[in-house]
């Protein structure tokens, strides 16, 4: 049987390795298998595993294809080699992640009741509701949408659009789009969010930096919780020394300035998104890690871990299927609320320069449109909103998951 | 201490001079201090005593179930068919988990895993030990439910643990412990966390069990009326060492220690006094802190019997009591004391007729048979 496993995930990992070799992406397919292995234990779950994560490297394959193909914007501004291959990581990244979450979702799905009870609870936060509605929107859009749409495209001819239904003095763009009235410019549909001072559609700009922003916040956070639970766990369930080693590793990390190491990096090899990523991945993981940790102390010290344990249950077996499960809502919790702080971190670092100056992140839109304040205020206004959004809905999000995953942290109800 | 050889050879689990330690913050404790038994095979032993009295960890020491650090087995032999598990390693222990010693837990809502089905978890018991298809695994699964009590097993199988009453639970624990057909089953106060009519059910159960497939039960508990009903032999145990050792029959019917006598008299609804009543509140008191001195008798504090022997060296080894000739022979099975006045220079008559209403050891039986349930 476990041979069985192992060889389609060996067959998708030599396709990939024929197509271009992507060590992260295999990292991440193996954290599913073993996911996966771990899930029902069951033969038809690890079949439907096997489909998906198939099917999701295929898609991965196209979506390659499709960047280094027919991406003009990418290949003629930068041609070079090491930025194709920069953003196929972080694509291969970002669906190696979404077919995590997929299959981290595949036992929710399976217990119809536990869903409806959970969405009970959560439904009792309205904002959250709002919250959760608006990052599907942003979610599909960003992941799916920027897949059919063309990417903003360079038209100085079209600089400084207003919005639609608003105008601006006629003197402001360069040519308007709309129709001119006593002397102001209208905005037009063909640009509904107005246009930036290179004529790129902030409608567009702001759907591309989606993607951006979900990619930043989404595979960091995995690469995140995962180092997190595992050295969390461990550290619980172990005690002793080797909790004492990683705890106090935690800690120095902790102290260690993320932000030096990404500008020593971004001044080595240029602010790519994948370094970015793997950066704030690598090393955002104390805090959770000490979530996790201490949660699972109070889980170690549960009767069915020793049951387990004098059922002939080993050590990774113990934390892995009794453990972890039962601090799984902490984690969920910490990793919705770890997402706007990475979205935040990404637009702060494009904001000022250090970001990869050619993808279309909020942060960069946001720093393009700030000396035109005074006269095209919606070039930064526009992503802002967009941006202030996202991280508000999280943080709802974040809160309401936590009181309905977690009702001993519940207050004043 | 020499090995007894016919009782360690004959014994399914043969415990000798277990020692085991709890390194804390407020210093070490010995939690369990030099214990002996024997448990054959088909055979109920119970260890009783009150709370803190080290049975727990006696219980879980014996396949090193304790945490370590801070736990830590310092001394003694633990003889399982043959082997010693005090100091095997830990794959074999793992091996012998589950597949040949099974435990039940004191509170069945905490030794299920509430995140997971009935079935998951005893599929899980099952297939660490078996390497089984799922379905044989499944049907293997309704089949203990069946076995322990469970109606409808088919169904309840896909329950999750919260939706069982707290007996229920405690018959899927069980189903669970059985799943690798143990030799041993050590139960940890089984009942305790139930109610008084699922009480006697679930040991019903474990009697039934017991006499089905003829394995070892080590019974941990606190109620008397429950070694009353169940147990081949007794195991009193008191600040980590045994008090005294023997039979159901002599320890109820000719309770010798003054320990046991006191646990005896603590029995409600007794006519009966076994200790001075103008002792009685010294027995009463709390039992000492474990991490005390450790030397003389434990039990010498709230000793209605006490004199100056007991403060010396360390607890008294077990001594024969006087109708040990009519128990069986050989030393572990012997009805045995760890109290001075059994000794070679020491007068039992101190401690049994001290209290002249014990005059017949047949009274004090009946009335803790009038305590079964």
């Known amino acids: ?413 | 201490m020499t090995d007894p050889p016919a009782a360690s050879r004959d014994s399914l689990l043969h415990v000798e001079d277990l020692r085991t330690r709890f390194h804390t913050d407020a210093g070490t404790v010995t939690a369990v201090d030099g214990i002996s038994f024997d448990l054959d095979d088909g055979e109920t032993v119970c260890l009783v005593g009150e709370s803190g009295s080290g049975k727990t960890v006696a219980a879980e020491s014996l396949t090193r179930l304790i945490d370590d650090p801070p736990g830590e087995i310092v001394s003694g032999t633990v003889r399982f068919d043959g082997r010693d598990l005090a100091t095997a390693s830990e794959a074999e222990l793992r091996a012998v988990r589950g597949d040949r010693i099974a435990h039940v837990f004191q509170n069945p809502q905490r030794a299920l895993n509430p995140v997971y089905s009935v079935g998951w978890q005893l599929l899980e018991a099952i297939q660490l030990h078996d390497d089984v298809s799922k379905a044989d695994a499944r049907a293997r699964a309704i089949d203990l439910l069946d076995r322990v009590g469970i109606p409808d097993p088919a169904t309840r199988i896909d329950d999750y643990p919260h939706e069982l009453s707290g007996g229920m639970q405690q018959r899927v624990a069980i189903a669970m412990a059985l799943a690798g057909e143990p030799d041993l089953l050590v139960a940890d106060e089984p009942t305790t966390a139930l109610d008084v009519t699922i009480q006697s059910q679930v040991l019903r159960l474990l009697e039934s069990i017991q006499s089905a497939s003829g394995l070892g039960l080590l019974l941990v508990t606190h109620d008397l009326g429950v070694v009353a009903e169940v147990a081949d032999r007794v195991v009193v145990m008191y600040d980590g060492t045994v008090m005294e050792r023997g039979s159901v029959h002599d320890v109820f019917e000719r309770p010798s220690h003054p320990y046991t006598r006191a646990l005896l008299d603590a029995i409600p609804g007794r006519d009966v006094d076994l200790t001075p009543t103008a002792a009685r509140d010294v027995a009463d008191r709390d039992p000492s802190s474990a991490t005390d001195s450790t030397t003389g008798c434990r039990f010498r504090s709230r000793c209605p019997h006490a004199v100056d022997a007991c403060r010396e060296g360390n607890q008294p080894p077990l001594h024969p009591t006087p109708d040990a000739t009519t128990s069986a022979p050989d030393g572990a099975r012997a009805h045995v004391a760890a109290c001075v006045h059994f000794g070679p220079d020491g007068d039992p008559d101190v401690v049994v007729d001290s209290a002249k209403s014990a005059d017949s050891g047949s009274s004090a039986d009946e009335s803790a048979g009038g305590d079964r349930r």
């Open chain 1, 1 to 413: 049987m476990i041979g069985a496993e192992d060889s389609p995930g060996t067959g998708t990992d030599d396709s990939e390795s024929a197509d271009g070799g992507e060590p992260p992406s295999e990292r991440f397919e193996d954290v599913d298998w073993a996911s996966i292995d771990a899930d029902g234990g069951g033969r038809s779950p690890l079949r439907l595993a096997a489909l998906v994560a198939a099917g999701s490297y295929g898609l991965a394959v196209a979506s390659d294809r499709l960047v280094a193909g027919g991406d003009p914007t990418i290949d003629v501004a930068f041609g070079g080699v090491a930025f194709v291959w920069d953003a196929t990581a972080v694509d291969w990244l970002f669906v190696a992640t979404l077919s995590v979450l997929a299959f981290a979702l595949v036992p929710l799905a399976r217990n119809r009741r536990l869903v409806a009870y959970y969405w009970r609870r959560f439904r009792r936060h309205r904002p959250a509701v709002l919250s959760l509605a608006y990052l599907l929107v942003i979610f599909l859009l960003g992941t799916v949408g920027t897949l059919f749409l063309d990417p903003p495209a360079l038209d100085v001819a079209a600089a400084y659009q207003p919005p639609v239904f608003l105008s601006v003095d006629a003197s402001i763009p360069t040519e308007c789009v709309g129709p001119v009235v006593e002397g102001r410019c209208q905005g037009t549909w063909r640009y509904p969010l107005g246009t930036t001072a290179d004529g790129k559609g902030l409608l567009a700009l702001a759907i591309f930096g989606m993607r951006v922003s979900m990619q930043v916040g989404l595979i960091a956070t995995l690469i995140s919780i995962t180092i997190a639970t595992a050295v969390g766990a461990t550290a619980a369930y172990a005690g002793g020394w080797i909790d004492e080693a990683l705890m106090r590793y935690v800690d120095i990390q902790q102290t260690f300035p993320t932000f030096f190491l990404f500008l020593f990096l971004a001044y080595l090899y240029g602010g790519s998104l994948f370094v970015l990523i793997v950066i704030f991945g690598v090393t955002g993981w104390g805090g959770i890690a000490r979530i996790v940790r201490s949660e699972a102390l109070q889980r170690s010290e549960e009767t069915y871990v020793a049951a387990a344990r004098s059922a002939g249950a080993s050590g990774p077996f113990v934390v892995w299927r009794h453990v972890v499960p039962n601090v799984s809502n902490s984690i969920v919790t910490a990793a919705t609320l770890n997402i706007p702080v990475l979205i935040l971190s990404e637009a702060a670092l494009s904001f000022i320069g250090l970001g990869n100056v050619t993808l279309p992140s909020w942060g960069q839109t946001i720093a393009a449109g700030r000396g035109d304040l005074a006269t095209a205020w919606w070039v930064s206004t526009v992503p802002g909103l967009f941006l202030f959004a996202t991280i508000l809905a999280f943080n709802f999000l974040g809160n309401a998951l936590r009181d309905a995953l977690d009702p001993r942290q519940e207050v004043g109800r």
